[in-house]
């Protein structure tokens, strides 16, 4: 085969990818629902845990891609020394979902530990369980834990379909399954909550009065 007909070959092939993942979009474009009301309204006292907000920075915001956020720090009331930095963004575009743990940490120079890394299972009275995926990074002799997990909502069956396929690349995964979407980021150093406890008891918590904020039709996922 002559160099020419490599390269048509090539950009047929290219095209037709294209054109099937666009189609793809198009066919699994879904709603994007709106929260039921404003994440500020998560109340500062969540058990025995008290919060206070924190500021975020223009630029933070920006890259984060957010439509509404809180940035707040809490309290054990039982163990003064015990405190958890939550960080709760929801975007209407779902873009926010670039931005996981796995992604920024590593970015800023921390390295995961996969040994003490592990999925835990969140549950509030009356309320759904949720799975988060507890992460351990460490920077030097510096250690965090981090509870995730995220949800989209206006997701159907076609678009988790659509995200086991393996044309869905990163990338296009969050064109063509993305609704709108919010991800809850619980961080622990992990000197003070080494098994996870406290983010249990603080997630219980938090679940109980995040969840009527949701729209009904979501999915909640976490990192595998």
């Known amino acids: 085969m002559t160099p ?17 993942q666009a189609g793809l979009e198009r066919f699994t474009q879904c709603e994007r629902p709106d929260l039921k009301g404003k994440l500020a309204t998560i109340p500062m006292t969540l058990g025995n845990w008290v919060g206070r907000d924190e500021v975020v920075a223009d630029d933070i915001l920006e890259r984060s891609q957010t439509d509404d956020w809180i940035n707040r720090v809490y309290e054990d009331t039982t163990r003064p020394d015990r405190k958890l930095s939550l960080w709760i963004n929801y975007s209407k575009t779902g873009l926010n979902m670039r931005h996981s743990p796995e992604v920024c940490l590593p970015a800023g120079g921390w390295t995961k530990n996969e040994a003490a890394t592990r999925v835990i299972e969140l549950r509030a009275s009356g309320e759904p369980s949720v799975k988060t995926t507890r992460l351990v990074y460490s920077q030097g002799e510096l250690v965090q834990g981090i509870g995730f997990w995220y949800y989209i909502f206006g997701e159907g069956e076609v678009e988790r379909w659509v995200r086991r396929l393996p044309i869905t690349s990163r990338s296009s995964h969050g064109r063509t399954t993305r609704g709108s979407g919010l991800t ?6 992990g000197d003070v909550d080494p098994e996870g ?28």
Not at 5 to 19: E, H, I, K, M
Not at 184 to 189: A, G, K, L, N, T
Not at 197 to 222: G, I, N
């Open 4 to 20: 020419l007909r490599r390269v048509v070959l090539c950009l047929g092939l290219l095209g037709s990818g294209v054109a099937a």
């Open 184 to 189: 809850v980021e619980v961080f622990c150093p």
């Open 197 to 224: 406890e406290a983010l249990k008891q603080f997630a219980a918590a938090l679940l109980a009065v995040l969840d009527p904020l949701l729209p009904s039709d979501r999915v909640a996922y976490h990192i595998p």
